[in-house]
T-cell receptor
Framework: GNSVTQMEGPVTLSEEAFLTINCTYTATGYPSLFWYVQYPGEGLQLLLKATKADDKGSNKGFEATYRKETTSFHLEKGSVQVSDSAVYFCALKVLDAGGTSYGKLTFGQGTILTVHP | SAVISQKPSRDICQRGTSLTIQCQVDSQVTMMFWYRQQPGQSLTLIATANQGSEATYESGFVIDKFPISRPNLTFSTLTVSNMSPEDSSIYLC???????????FGSGTRLTVV
């Protein structure tokens, strides 16, 4: 089956620190990979995505590279801000061999990030 | 991407009662999804709702407990029936809009059952 494993949190950092949140996956078929962010009191927002091996997704200073050899999609940011405090979810979606998809996203357990001034 | 209005945003309900959550989208969408996010947990898909057909439920979720309606391409409801404290969660709807990667989530309904 499909599954996503994220590093356990919570993660607490000082402003301007470097951030890494690890994400590994198992999947049947050909996964696309996503990072979603959930700010306090809000719904999930797509942060970035990668659809094939070696793709790098990036947005708002965050980056993640689709590593097929290590089945990983780690999230990084060089200098975090207080406003980055949120819950981050790694997710995948699998296409079947015919290139179609059921449409279901499989989420990791989420990592709470708190950034202090 | 689509804009979703989900309501209520939160509610506190008595055990044994039912709550209906509404999800309104500003454009026509093919697939709509209902997720549950239990406290401190990840999102778990409850069911997928396509217009004009019965919802497809994931393992562990049944129609009697979580009936879903999808009367048209812009609207869906999820009812949490005969609630118990274990149903206290955030419930989110999501849509798959234009393009393969066009997933958008509502802001969620925070349900507390007492």
């Amino acid at each position: 089956g499909n599954s996503v494993t994220q590093m356990e949190g919570p993660v607490t950092l000082s402003e301007e620190a470097f951030l890494t949140i690890n994400c590994t996956y198992t999947a049947t078929g050909y996964p696309s990979l996503f990072w979603y962010v959930q700010y306090p009191g809000e719904g999930l927002q797509l942060l970035l995505k990668a659809t094939k091996a070696d793709d790098k997704g990036s947005n708002k200073g965050f980056e993640a590279t689709y590593r097929k050899e290590t089945t990983s999609f780690h999230l990084e940011k060089g200098s975090v801000q207080v406003s980055d405090s949120a819950v981050y979810f790694c997710a995948l979606k699998v296409l079947d061999a015919g290139g179609t998809s059921y449409g279901k996203l499989t989420f990791g357990q989420g990592t709470i990030l708190t950034v202090h001034p | 991407s689509a804009v979703i209005s989900q309501k209520p945003s939160r509610d506190i309900c008595q055990r044994g009662t039912s709550l209906t959550i509404q999800c309104q989208v500003d454009s026509q969408v093919t697939m709509m999804f209902w997720y549950r996010q239990q406290p401190g947990q990840s999102l778990t898909l409850i069911a997928t709702a396509n217009q004009g057909s019965e919802a497809t439920y994931e393992s562990g979720f049944v129609i009697d407990k979580f009936p879903i309606s999808r009367p048209n391409l812009t609207f869906s409801t999820l009812t949490v029936s005969n609630m118990s404290p274990e149903d206290s969660s955030i419930y989110l709807c999501s849509v798959r809009g234009q393009g393969f990667y066009g997933y958008t989530f509502g802001s969620g309904t925070r349900l507390t059952v007492v």
